[in-house]
């Protein structure tokens, strides 16, 4: 495996900003936000700015929030604006909980059924979409699917070479089952961050950069690789904290923690 950088990471730089930061910390993958992808003025010029720094697409965060009412047709942007980035990886946070609503499993059928209804847009485009359950805690507002086992058995009522599964650290850590779901799981993805105590206030920004935290990731890191994935480890770290500190720092930082704990350097 070799090291990623997910740039929400390096929240304030552009998409060519955050591509010529990795390239000067020898990373030679970066995962993109749809946001930034807009922001450097459409898929085929962030497409080339990752070009020019010598680097290729991990994946593009994100599709999904099929509870919503334009979650499926947004979706289906997410997916062109995918595979004119040249990635094959579409990342799905699925949605919470439809306003007004505490009906979990109509919510979670709706979450299905959007992917169901856009499986065929992303078989033409080469994209597969991968499922990334997040942690309960966040059930309500942005996705019902909240452990690894229940995305591992929404993955595998569709095609094995279309949908499968993301593994981020910061949502999994904590379930007595992980090594277990971890096995049998088609991975699409692994995302490290850490989880660190105290938890600040606004638990969606409080991650930690890898070995900051409680989250044991070489115990994650060997499972993953036990099960056959070999793809990128994308460091995606979500804090106002992180994101106040020079980028280049945190670049130089996390590849010296992922190497330490994981044995993971720029090279693979």
């Known amino acids: 495996m070799r090291l990623a950088l997910n740039q929400i990471t390096t ?33 085929a010029a962030a497409a080339r700015a990752v070009r020019d720094a010598g680097l290729t697409v991990s994946s593009l965060c994100r599709g999904g929030f099929f509870t ?65 359950p997040l942690h309960p805690m966040f059930c309500a507002d942005r996705s019902v699917i909240t452990t690894l086992g229940e995305a591992n058995r929404l993955a595998e009522r569709f095609p094995a070479d279309r949908v499968g599964v993301v593994v981020d650290a910061y949502h999994v850590w904590w379930d007595p089952c992980v090594e277990q779901e971890i096995a049998r799981a088609r991975i699409l993805a692994f995302h490290i961050d850490d989880w660190v105590l105290p938890l600040p206030e606004g638990a969606l920004l409080g991650r930690g950069l890898p070995g900051e935290g409680r989250a044991d990731l070489p115990r994650l890191y060997r ?26 720092e945190v670049l130089e930082r996390l590849v010296a923690e992922a190497d330490a704990l994981l044995g993971v350097s720029r090279s693979g």
């Open 11 to 43: 929240n304030r730089w552009s998409v060519r900003e955050a591509a010529e930061g990795c390239a000067r910390a020898g990373i030679g993958a970066i995962g993109l936000w749809r946001d930034k992808v807009a922001a450097a003025g459409g898929a």
């Open 68 to 132: 919503a009412p334009d979650g499926i047709a947004d979706t289906r942007r997410a997916i062109a604006e995918a595979a004119a980035l040249g990635t094959d990886l579409l990342v799905l946070v699925c949605g919470g909980l439809p306003d007004g609503s505490r009906d979990l499993p109509a919510a979670r059928a709706m979450v299905h059924d959007g992917i169901a209804a856009v499986l065929d847009d992303a078989a033409a485009a080469g994209v597969r979409l991968g499922i990334e």
């Open 223 to 248: 499972a993953v690789a036990a099960a056959g994935y070999t793809g990128p480890v994308e460091v995606e770290v979500l804090s106002e904290r992180v994101w106040a500190m020079p980028p280049d």
